[in-house]
């Protein structure tokens, strides 16, 4: 099984939360991933317009033996 990592620029809408002295406080996402099946067509399209590109493709090992 194959699938597509892709990731998203500076200007994501994630948020991450950080505790200060003062409270919680968010700040924008600098990066965010989605894995997505390679043959998942439509997933990747909608990705895509949301401004994600691949990143890379990996595979699972499996093990070889009787």
């Known amino acids: 099984m194959s699938a597509a ?5 500076a ?7 950080s505790t200060t002295t003062t409270g919680p406080r968010v ?14 067509a439509p997933a990747r399209r909608l990705y895509e317009t949301m401004g994600f590109a691949l990143h ?4 699972y ?3 070889v033996g009787p």
């Open 61 to 63: 090992r499996r093990p």
């Open 27 to 40: 700040e924008p996402a600098s990066f965010a991933a989605v894995e997505v099946e390679a043959d998942n």
């Open 11 to 17: 200007n994501s809408t994630s948020t991450s939360m």
């Open 56 to 59: 890379h493709r990996y595979h």
């Open 5 to 9: 990592i892709s990731e998203a620029t």
